[in-house]
Nanobody, 124 residues
Framework: DVQLVESGGGLVQPGGSLRLSCVAS????????MGWFGQAPGKEREGVAV????????YYADSVKGRFTISQDKAKNTVYLQMNSLKAEDTAVYYC??????????????????WGQGTQVTVS
């Protein structure tokens, strides 16, 4: 199993920045993809940014391209989401996710089999 713990959420003004962190533990070598997914009130959980842990490929939702950056520190088993130029519509609970199997659609939440508890990001 893989355990994921997120941190770094909070309240920020429009135009501000936050950095989310996700620390993985357990059978971490099994992770193929790590990603961040956002769920706004009353909406479905959607892919925001994903990284292929074996290489350097990244994937972003169109709404965050140029503003958010996903990165990883393999030595620390940690994935980060740097969020810049935040907008009110970025307000959501952000979940870290891990996929331990082959992924065909990196931003599709159904591809991921491990999830963190989520961290709230409020832009207001």
């Amino acid at each position: 199993d893989v355990q994921l713990v997120e941190s770094g959420g909070g309240l920020v003004q429009p135009g501000g920045s936050l950095r989310l962190s996700c620390v993985a533990s357990g059978y971490t070598d099994s992770r193929n993809y790590m990603g961040w997914f956002g769920q706004a009130p009353g909406k479905e959980r959607e892919g925001v940014a994903v990284i292929n842990t074996g290489g350097i490929r990244t994937y972003y939702a169109d709404s965050v391209k140029g503003r958010f950056t996903i990165s990883q520190d393999k030595a620390k088993n940690t994935v980060y989401l740097q969020m810049n130029s935040l907008k009110a519509e970025d307000t959501a609970v952000y979940y870290c996710a891990a996929a331990t199997r082959w992924v065909g659609r990196p931003l599709d939440r159904s591809e991921y089999n491990y999830w963190g508890q989520g961290t709230q990001v409020t832009v207001s």
